[in-house]
């Protein structure tokens, strides 16, 4: 590892000297390499190659080399401190960064030899031109002598105004599979600090052996430290003292400060572990970073290397309930859960980016296995919406999953992404933040001018859009901010993006058109502020000569900078700079010394631009002339004007704002585009909620389902009409309220500090009061929600399960919660399966199912109704008989060596019930994540939909009850509960019942009862079948009324018993009592009803038009009699 500042250096040594594999090259002002040219020997050389009549694919690159003995080596000036590692192989190290502009010092030296006339092909005439007359480049060889054997290059620019480039070269073993560690003790570890640009060194021995530097972003003599054992240290004297910051640090997870938003420069972001394994967020000064002036900002355990700083956020992850928990902290204010769509359900999470004041992230979703989802935030990364579905991605060269999108430089809004839909990847172009989307237009005609038949949907332009990994090169897709709207990549024209038959595509109007400008992969950099292109063959075979071209690709001139063909490794291009100077690394052949060549571009300009020498382009989007609601004008060079643009060129004319439209604005958080191109809640968002957390007497923002597309500037408009309106907070009782402990566990040790947090769903935070009953006696109260952000602390004296209850009450209403917390014992995960509504007084089989399986015993607490204590099995299934009629509640915990899990049901026990068991149309068990949450909401949905029809029979909704069974294919189960339960009233609820069912099955069979699940998703509702509960009576007592019902059902037996005598006529009763419970899974049994994942005893089904009523009474009362 090395850095350096302006006349510093510093390295990193774990012996007293150099290895002998290894050679430093120095290149000072005024002197040679000593490694490189002590004197000057030919291999230094300064050349001007001329180029000679080839063709415009630049046919034989094998000619003889001209070599010249009488030329001097000159220094190459760089802008700022720049840091690379090649490798014959390729690129496998990393940048610095640029800091400012070159000064003017070190100018080229003269006795150039004159050059040769150069090639020129010309686009749009598909021929080449040798002219006299076109300028020419001149370039310098400098040759790294006896390093033949080494493989591996670090380069490095010395920093801000100096022409210093130092070069360490190595024989780098690649051993493929492998793990190499040092730890020899023989060998101490050293820093070598050099403040005269390497002339001479001091070195200064370290304690430990560092692993990685990390530099402060403006203060240049401070410096992060990580070691191989984990620890972190901070040095400001420029590594000269070290002092250690924290023990136990994630690798790659700390942090400097951001300038602007921490309030000190010296403040250090990490991840650190704790004692106990657990993995927490810490800040602290980088010289005072005691236990006492450590802070924790989350309150709370995060995931391990789950920590990011960047720009204005930081984000963390938090493991829930076997889940990812994604957290977010806009300029360093308190960490709020982000909120994805509520079935994303991400399996992996990424952040793409997070500047232009909001955050892209990458998710794969539970579905998804070789696709990401792009989604983008609001201005504090909180709300995130769908940009586009199914994004490629692309395995790099180190394993790491990489997108396929690309941000297009020097726009703002203009993305490239490549989706794939239909087993098909297509490349798709936006320019208002991924809100519209469209294919890119194939060019008109090829390099020969032939025209290409290409029209869309069904053909278009795709382009590959990966990043390469060696910063050196250009990649297959290249912009610059200082060259808006020219985009240059490698595609092909077609069906779908293909990496066979690819050529060089060049757009220069933000990729409205698109123009062919190769057949063959090229490297492309800009230069001269994008005044230029320069473009060099792929680095798989030699080449000596380069492309450049001052009209934005439509014409191409060829240059040569070398005698011989170069393998190029690399190209350095200054940056910001007024002297062009571009610099090849690389190798004549596999076995010869290293090789930098110096290019000067300056000569090919011959004056710098006037007014004269610029045209204007107006950006635009097929036409529109707004783009992120403005219209900007910009100004180009024209075309064949050999002049410099200048340091002081600004290629923005003019921007104006425009009016407001539908398209400057998205779809809000839960709301989604329909067909018709409105934005709708979708089936799992209640639009109400919003407003849940506001106290009274405040405002909130109520959405219209929109919000401004971000960065968007444009103004009035439809801006009112989409924009989110303030309203004034309802006084709201309280609703949803939540407890749970900090860590997440539900355990905690005896007499450590269990802290307890309590949050409100619903309700007016700052007027209800909170009590919390910890179950050992001891209880406290708060005015508010607000004293208890920081968590509320309690210490258990003894071992034991407590029933902790929380209790929020306003004037309005009151919510309770209880957690039931074992003190010493572990947490883990369960699944209660009960029945939805259950007979009074008959028994049930309550089950609960631990996933995964448990190898080890498990122990069962099974909460019920209102006991204060639990039934504890060894078995996961009870059973039990609801001796009253109502809701009620039911909750098992499960603990398994050190773990403890939760869960629990609300039961419906009623005399008597009808139910209708369901079925949907197949597109369904597509989307069905099998969670109970999106069970719940599709039943919310289906319970919607049901009492819509029944609004002409006034039967009320809460008598409706929908159970959605898991797994697929997707099933449910309908209740209609009697809407009186008196005795005297049981006749009038069979027949209620019977009618209203007759209309939901009615409805049912016609396929009226359906829902849009997304934008293009219908769900169709079927009726599979009918059954009723018995109509059992839990009075245990005989009236004599009933005693002459009885006799006279007896005489009726007895007729029925002569008929059947004499006409042998068979008659099975429709209904009949079997206290057998259905067999485990079955779901379609023709006697029995399945209530939501329980066994339960077999109904009784009514129906009121079947024939011969009297006989099957009859059979029921020769069936008593016998």
């Given at each position: 590892e090395?850095?350096?500042?302006h006349?510093?250096?510093l390295s990193?040594?774990?012996s007293?000297s150099?290895s002998?594999?290894l050679s430093l090259?120095?290149?000072?002002?005024?002197a040679h390499?000593?490694?490189?040219c002590n004197?000057?020997?030919p291999?230094?050389v300064?050349?001007?190659p001329?180029s000679?009549?080839?063709?415009?694919r630049g046919?034989?690159e094998?000619?003889?080399?001209?070599m010249?003995?009488?030329?001097?080596?000159?220094?190459a000036?760089?802008?700022?401190p720049e840091?690379?590692?090649f490798?014959?192989?390729?690129?496998?190290g990393?940048?610095?960064v640029?800091a400012g502009?070159?000064?003017?010092?070190g100018?080229?030296?003269?006795?150039?030899?004159q050059?040769?006339s150069?090639?020129?092909?010309?686009?749009d005439e598909?021929r080449?031109n040798?002219?006299?007359?076109?300028?020419?480049?001149t370039?310098?060889?400098?040759?790294l002598?006896?390093d033949?054997?080494?493989?591996?290059a670090?380069v490095?620019?010395?920093?801000?105004n100096?022409s210093?480039?130092?070069?360490?070269?190595k024989?780098?073993?690649?051993?493929?599979g492998s793990?190499?560690?040092?730890?020899?003790p023989?060998?101490?570890?050293s820093?070598?600090?050099?403040?005269?640009?390497?002339?001479?060194?001091?070195k200064?021995?370290?304690?430990f052996?560092v692993?990685?530097?990390l530099?402060?972003?403006t203060?240049?003599?401070w410096?992060?430290?990580?070691s191989?054992?984990?620890?972190?240290?901070?040095?400001v004297?420029?590594?000269?003292k070290?002092?250690?910051?924290h023990?136990h640090?994630?690798p790659?997870?700390?942090?400097?400060?951001?300038?602007g938003?921490d309030?000190?420069p010296?403040?250090?972001h990490?991840?650190a572990?704790?004692p106990?394994?657990?993995v927490?967020?810490?800040t602290c000064r980088?010289?005072?970073?005691?236990?006492?002036?450590?802070?924790?900002p989350?309150p709370?355990?995060?995931?391990?290397s789950?920590?990011?700083v960047?720009?204005d956020?930081?984000f963390i992850q938090?493991?829930?309930?076997?889940r990812?928990t994604?957290?977010?902290?806009?300029?360093r204010?308190s960490?709020i859960?982000?909120?994805?769509p509520k079935?994303?359900?991400?399996?992996?999470?990424?952040?793409v980016s997070?500047?232009?004041k909001?955050?892209?992230a990458?998710?794969?979703?539970w579905?998804?296995?070789?696709?990401?989802?792009l989604y983008?935030s609001d201005?504090?990364?909180?709300?995130f919406?769908l940009?586009m579905?199914?994004?490629?991605t692309t395995r790099?060269?180190s394993?790491?999953q990489?997108?396929?999108?690309?941000e297009v430089?020097?726009?703002?809004?203009?993305?490239?992404?490549?989706?794939?839909q239909d087993?098909?990847?297509?490349?798709?172009?936006?320019y208002?933040?991924?809100?519209?989307?469209?294919?890119?237009?194939?060019?008109?005609?090829?390099?020969?001018g032939n025209?290409?038949?290409c029209?869309?949907?069904?053909c278009s332009l795709?382009l590959q859009?990966q990043?390469?990994e060696?910063?050196?090169?250009?990649g297959?897709?290249?912009t610059?901010?200082?060259?808006?709207?020219?985009?240059?990549?490698t595609?092909?024209?077609?069906?779908?993006l293909s990496?066979?038959?690819v050529?060089?595509?060049?757009?220069?109007d933000?990729?409205?058109?698109?123009?062919?400008?190769?057949e063959?992969e090229h490297?492309v950099?800009?230069?001269?502020k994008?005044g230029?292109?320069?473009?060099?063959?792929?680095p798989?075979?030699?080449?000596?000569?380069l492309w450049v071209?001052f009209?934005?690709?439509?014409?191409?001139?060829q240059h040569?900078f070398?005698s011989v063909?170069?393998f190029?490794?690399g190209v350095?291009?200054?940056a910001g700079?007024?002297?062009?100077?571009?610099t090849?690394f690389?190798?004549?052949s596999?076995?010869s010394?290293?090789?930098?060549?110096k290019?000067?571009?300056?000569?090919?300009f011959?004056r710098k631009?006037?007014e004269?020498?610029?045209q204007?382009?107006?950006l635009?989007n097929?036409?529109?002339?707004?783009?992120?609601?403005q219209k900007q004008?910009?100004?180009k060079?024209r075309?064949g004007?050999?002049?410099m643009?200048?340091?002081d060129?600004?290629?923005?004319?003019s921007?104006?704002?425009?009016?407001?439209r539908?398209?400057d604005?998205?779809?809000d958080?839960?709301y989604?585009?329909r067909g018709?191109?409105?934005?709708?809640?979708?089936?799992w968002?209640n639009?109400?909620?919003v407003?849940?957390s506001c106290?009274q007497?405040?405002?909130?923002l109520?959405?219209?389902?929109?919000?401004?597309?971000v960065?968007?500037n444009?103004?009035k408009?439809?801006?009112e009409?989409?924009?989110?309106r303030?309203?004034q907070?309802?006084?709201?009782?309280p609703?949803?309220l939540?407890?749970?402990?900090?860590?997440?566990k539900?355990?905690a040790n005896m007499?450590?500090n269990v802290?307890f947090?309590?949050?409100?769903?619903?309700g007016d935070?700052?007027?209800?009061?909170i009590q919390?009953?910890?179950g050992d006696?001891?209880?406290v109260?708060?005015?508010?929600l607000?004293?208890?952000e920081e968590?509320?602390?309690?210490?258990y004296?003894s071992?034991?399960?407590?029933r902790?209850?929380a209790l929020?009450?306003?004037?309005?209403?009151y919510?309770?919660t209880t957690?039931?917390l074992?003190?010493?014992?572990?947490?883990?995960h369960?699944q209660?399966?009960?029945?939805?509504v259950v007979?009074?007084n008959?028994?049930?089989?309550?089950?609960?199912?631990?996933?995964?399986?448990?190898?080890?015993?498990?122990t069962?607490f099974?909460w019920i109704g209102?006991?204060t204590?639990?039934v504890i099995t060894l078995?996961?299934?009870?059973s039990h008989t609801f001796?009253?009629?109502?809701?009620h509640i039911?909750t098992?915990?499960?603990?398994?060596a050190?773990?403890i899990?939760?869960d629990t049901?609300?039961i419906?026990?009623k005399e008597?019930?009808?139910?209708?068991?369901?079925?949907?149309?197949p597109?369904l068990?597509?989307f069905?994540p099998d969670?109970?949450?999106?069970?719940?909401d599709?039943?919310r949905?289906?319970?919607?939909l049901?009492?819509?029809?029944?609004?002409v029979s006034?039967f009320?909704?809460e008598?409706?009850?929908v159970?959605?069974?898991p797994?697929?294919?997707t099933?449910?189960?309908?209740?209609?509960?009697?809407?009186?339960?008196q005795s005297?009233g049981?006749k009038?609820c069979?027949?209620?019942?019977?009618?209203?069912s007759?209309?939901?099955?009615?409805?049912?069979?016609?396929?009226?009862?359906e829902f849009?699940?997304?934008p293009g998703v219908?769900?169709?509702?079927y009726n599979?079948?009918?059954t009723?509960?018995?109509l059992?009576?839990s009075?245990?007592?005989?009236?004599?009324?009933?005693?002459?019902?009885?006799?006279?059902v007896?005489f009726l037996?007895?007729a029925v018993?002569l008929i059947y005598?004499f006409?042998?006529?068979?008659?099975f009763c429709?209904?009949?009592?079997?206290?057998t419970?259905?067999?485990?899974?079955s779901?379609?049994?023709?006697?029995r009803?399945?209530?939501?994942?329980?066994?339960?005893p077999?109904?009784?089904?009514?129906?009121?038009?079947?024939?011969?009523?009297?006989?099957?009474c009859?059979?029921f009362?020769?069936?008593?009699?016998?």
């Open positions: 090395e850095t350096q500042y006349g510093q250096l990193l040594s774990l007293l150099l002998p594999s090259s120095l290149s000072l002002p005024g390499s000593a490694a490189g004197t000057a020997p291999s230094c300064e050349h001007t001329g000679s009549e080839e063709s415009r046919s034989q094998d000619e003889e080399p001209e010249r003995e009488d030329a001097a080596l000159h220094r000036k760089r802008s700022g840091f690379a590692e490798s014959e192989s390729g690129w496998t990393r940048t610095g640029d502009a070159p000064d003017d010092r100018s080229l030296l003269d006795g150039h030899r050059g040769r150069e090639f020129r092909w010309n686009r598909g080449g040798t002219r006299q007359d076109e300028p020419k480049i370039s310098s060889t400098f040759a002598t006896g033949s054997a080494h493989n591996h670090v490095y620019w010395s920093g801000q100096s210093v480039i130092l070069i360490l070269t024989l780098y073993d690649f051993h493929i793990i190499m560690v040092l730890t020899d023989e060998f101490e570890s820093v070598l600090i050099s403040s005269d640009e390497g002339a001479s060194y001091q200064y021995r370290l304690t052996y692993l990685s530097l530099f402060h972003p203060e240049e003599d410096a992060l430290a990580y191989h054992d984990q620890k972190l240290y901070s040095s004297d420029f590594g000269r070290w002092q250690l910051i023990e640090v994630t790659n997870r700390f942090y400097w400060s951001v300038l938003l309030k000190e010296d403040l250090v990490m991840e572990h704790t106990d394994g657990n927490q967020y810490v980088a010289q005072m970073c005691t236990e006492a002036n450590r802070n924790y989350f709370g355990f995060i995931d391990i789950s920590l990011v960047q720009d956020y930081i938090v493991p829930t309930s076997g990812a994604y957290y977010v902290s806009y300029k204010e960490f859960q982000i909120k994805l079935y994303s359900l991400p399996k992996d999470l990424h952040i997070t500047d232009g909001q955050v892209f990458a998710v794969q979703e579905n998804q296995n070789d696709t990401y989802n983008l201005t504090r990364g909180i709300y919406t940009a579905e199914n994004v490629k790099g060269i394993g790491n990489m997108l396929d999108l690309y430089a020097g726009i703002k809004g203009m993305l490239i992404a490549n989706k794939r087993n098909q990847v297509k490349t798709y172009i936006t208002n933040k991924g809100r519209d989307w469209r294919l890119l237009q194939a060019p008109a005609a090829d390099l020969d025209d290409i038949h029209i869309l949907p069904f795709h859009l990043m390469s060696n910063p050196y090169l250009s297959t897709i290249s610059k901010s200082s060259a808006p709207g020219i985009i240059v990549a595609g092909n024209i077609g069906a779908e990496y066979n038959n050529g060089m595509f060049i757009s220069s933000a990729g409205n058109s698109w123009r062919q400008i190769f063959e490297n950099w800009f230069l001269d994008g230029a292109l320069v473009a060099v063959k792929q798989t075979v030699p080449t000596r000569h071209s009209d934005e690709g439509r014409q191409w001139n040569s070398s063909p170069l190029v490794d350095l291009v200054e700079a007024e002297n062009q100077i571009m090849f690389g190798h004549f596999h076995r010394d290293w090789q930098l060549i290019i000067d571009y300056k000569s090919i011959n631009c006037t004269e020498d610029y204007t382009w107006h635009h097929q036409g529109e002339p707004c783009v992120m609601g004008i910009y100004m060079r075309a004007n050999y002049c643009l200048g340091k060129y600004s290629r923005i004319l921007a104006e704002s425009c009016i407001c539908a398209h604005f998205e779809c958080y839960g989604e585009r018709d191109g409105n934005c709708r809640p979708a089936f968002f639009p109400s909620s407003s849940r106290s007497g405040q405002n909130y109520n959405s219209t389902g929109y919000r401004k597309v960065l968007n444009c103004t408009g439809v801006k009409m989409y924009t989110a303030k309203q907070c309802p006084n709201r009782p609703k949803g939540l407890l749970t402990t900090k860590d997440g539900l355990t007499g450590n802290t947090l309590v949050q409100l769903d619903e935070s700052l007027r209800t009061n919390l009953d910890f006696g001891t209880a109260s708060y005015s508010n607000s004293w208890t968590g509320i602390k309690h210490v004296k071992a034991g399960i407590f902790v209850t929020a009450e306003n004037m309005l209403g919510d309770t957690l039931f074992h003190v010493t014992c572990p947490v883990e369960v209660l399966l009960a029945p939805f007979i009074r008959k028994e049930i089989n309550i089950t609960a199912v631990v996933l995964p399986s448990h190898s080890r015993t498990v069962y099974w209102n006991n204590e639990p078995d996961g299934s009870i001796t009253s009629e109502g809701m039911i098992v915990q499960v603990a398994a050190n773990t899990l939760q049901k609300t419906a026990v008597f019930f009808k139910s209708l068991l369901l079925s949907f149309s597109n068990d597509e069905n969670i109970p949450e999106w069970r719940q599709v039943g949905v289906i319970k919607k049901v009492s819509a029809l029944l609004q006034d009320p909704e008598k409706l009850l159970a959605v069974f797994g697929v294919p099933a449910a189960e309908l209740f209609l509960l009697p809407h009186k339960n005297e049981k009038k069979e027949e209620e019942l019977e009618q209203v007759d209309i939901i099955v009615s409805a049912l069979n016609q396929n009226l009862v849009e699940l997304k219908r769900v169709i509702v599979t079948q009918l009723l509960a018995p059992v009576d009075n245990p007592r005989h009236s004599s009324s009933a005693m002459l019902m009885l006799l006279s007896v037996g007895l018993f005598k006409k042998r006529y068979t008659s429709a209904g009949k009592f079997d206290l419970s259905p067999p485990r899974g779901r379609h049994t023709s006697s009803i399945l209530m939501h994942e329980a066994h339960i077999i109904s009784h089904k009514m129906h009121g038009k079947r024939p011969l009523n009297g006989l099957i009859s059979c009362a020769w069936a008593v009699i016998c």
